[in-house]
Structure formats: structure tokens, C-alpha cells
Nanobody
Framework: VQLKESGGGSVQAGTSLVLSCELS????????MGWFRQAPGKEREFVAT????????EVSDSVKDRFTISRDNDKNTLYLQMNTLRPQDTAVYSC????????????????????WGQGTQVTVSS
């Protein structure tokens, strides 16, 4: 299984970005998916997760009102819509996958995941 993120970049505070993560080499709809981020000098942080079918999600309190996770199983792609970006959102954002058909359990720890993308840089300037 390979994961490839795209959509990062350098933006001004208050603007929006959409990150994408495409999965190949596996059946996308059999994986729970997650987004994590890591800022310089900090530990990796959970951002959001979504179940295999896309009808259940959990989002970190730090981004809850601004970020939305979604997936398109027909396109093998995971998304992270990020609105009203802040300088503190600056980080490398990585997607992750783990096999799961649970609709009610949400994986919020990086150790829960088996596969990772290389990450995409998001830089927000004030």
C-alpha cells in the first residue's frame, strides 16, 4: 500500500487549503484513514480520522471548527479541507491508513496506523 499526499503550500493566515491523499496498492474502502501533522520540534499530532465508509469521523479539538475530513472511495482519495488557517497550523501533514471495517471506533493514535504517506508541507504566514 502506498499513500501520496498533495495540496500543501504556503498561504496567508485566514485562507483555505485542501489536502488530498491517494491510496494505491490496496482496496481503499477497506481502510480507516487519518490525518496527522508534525510541526518543527514537536511531536506528531492527530488531526482527524474517518471510518472506511465515510459516515463517521473524529476531529481534534484544535481544528474542529475549521478542518473537515472526507473521502471518496470511488477515487481512492482522502481529503482534508482546511479553512481559516492560522500560523500555528504550519506543519508537515501526513495521511495514514489501517485496515478496518469498524464504523464506530476511531483511530486517533499514530501507532494505530500501518501505512503512511511522506507528508506535504503546509506553511501559514501571518
Amino acid at each position: 500500500v502506498q499513500l501520496k499526499e498533495s495540496g500543501g503550500g504556503s498561504v496567508q493566515a485566514g485562507t483555505s487549503l485542501v489536502l488530498s491523499c491517494e491510496l494505491s496498492g490496496g482496496i481503499f474502502s477497506s481502510y480507516a484513514m487519518g490525518w496527522f501533522r508534525q510541526a518543527p520540534g514537536k511531536e506528531r499530532e492527530f488531526v482527524a480520522t474517518i471510518n472506511w465508509i465515510g459516515n463517521g469521523k473524529e476531529v481534534s479539538d484544535s481544528v474542529k471548527d475549521r478542518f473537515t475530513i472526507s473521502r471518496d472511495n470511488d477515487k481512492n482519495t482522502l481529503y482534508l479541507q482546511m479553512n481559516t488557517l492560522r500560523p500555528q497550523d504550519t506543519a508537515v501533514y501526513s495521511c495514514a491508513a489501517r485496515p478496518s471495517y469498524s464504523s464506530t471506533y476511531f483511530y486517533t493514535h499514530s501507532d494505530d496506523y500501518d501505512f503512511w504517506g511522506q507528508g506535504t508541507q503546509v506553511t501559514v504566514s501571518s
